[in-house]
């Protein structure tokens, strides 16, 4: 089974891209939402935020406050990797464990993809640990525009997050393979399964290959 890493900025589709491979067929696993878990209340990962950030992001009935957190590390690169230092071993130890999981009960011709989708497996290095990846795309402007659309933060507060992470022009230089998200939805869906059936037919190939007799 062929372990395939998504990534891209902010804002530029890549959940969106993760929801089209999980209807082609593929397993998914998505980093944002076990960093969302990660930090619930009880969590490893919640006491330790908490004791760097400080009780003035914690809610009355003891969940973080994602927004008031953001706008913390997203206006300070300092606090931004001493929050990435604290929760990334928590995220990248259960993005294992699922993978693991997924690979003892998926058969070989069930399915022969994992995608998972993490914002920053570039930059903290991770997608070297993939067999392909994937970045979601789409011009600057469009990103700022979608970021806007998607959360309620200022222009100012927006461009901050968007600096935050790895140029995007950089970052299409990792890619194996480009997802032009900035049309509409059934052209992102083409561009995806094009990328599914080359990836499911090296995964199908690799697995007779490596079969006993073969």
């Known amino acids: ?27 998914t696993i998505d980093a944002d939402q076990i960093a969302r878990e990660i930090l619930f209340p009880g969590k490893p990962a919640y006491v330790e935020v908490v004791a760097e950030f400080g009780d003035s992001i914690v809610e009355p009935d003891k969940t973080i406050n994602r927004t008031r957190l953001g706008q913390i590390v ?8 001493r929050l990435n230092a604290l929760t990334h071993p928590h995220i990248i130890a259960e993005e294992r464990r699922r993978i693991d999981a997924l690979t003892e009960q998926i058969s070989s011709d069930s399915a022969y993809l994992v995608v998972v989708d993490a914002a920053l497996m570039i930059e903290v290095g991770t997608y070297k640990k993939y067999d392909a990846v994937i970045i979601a795309y789409c011009p600057p402007a469009i990103q700022l525009q979608r970021l806007l659309a998607r959360n ?16 995007l022009l950089e970052k299409v230089r990792y890619a194996d393979f480009v997802v032009d998200t900035t049309g509409p939805v059934p052209e992102t869906f083409e561009q995806v399964r094009h990328i599914y059936l080359e990836l499911a037919d090296r995964s199908i190939r690799g697995s007779r290959q490596g079969s006993p007799g073969s």
Do not use: W
């Open 152 to 167: 309620a933060i200022s222009p100012e507060e927006a461009r901050q997050r968007i600096q935050s992470q790895m140029p």
């Open 1 to 27: 089974m062929l372990q395939i890493g998504l990534t891209g900025g902010i804002a530029c589709g890549k959940s969106n891209v993760l929801r089209h491979f999980d209807k082609l067929g593929a397993a």
């Open 74 to 81: 997203f206006s300070d690169r300092n606090a931004l990797s």
